[in-house]
């Protein structure tokens, strides 16, 4: 995904309600600068977090550290796919589970009890 952002840093958040935003950090959902990860036509996509809730897109996500991302409607995961047609070799693609694992870095735990 770094690539996709001019190779500028990147924040990606997995939310308590199950959902991927890509943007700042920030505390309402509907900030302009962030986007919610949805499967669209078995494609990946950032769309804006309040828009996609609002049209039902399938944007929450089953993820548990060291596990695959699997969209909770469409069951395909998130997974990178060689692809020499890419300027990096590698695209984002949304498919049949086949095993890749993903890790979240810096885990941040509210507050609230």
Known sequence: MYICHGMTPQNVYYTSSQQIHVGVLSPTVDDDDNRCLVDVNSRPRLIECGYAKAKRMKLHWQFSQGGSI???????????????????????VLQKCSGQHWSITNVLRSLES
């Open 70 to 92: 699997q969209n909770r409607k469409s069951k395909r995961c998130l997974e990178l796919q060689e692809n020499s047609d890419m300027e990096f070799g590698f695209q984002l």
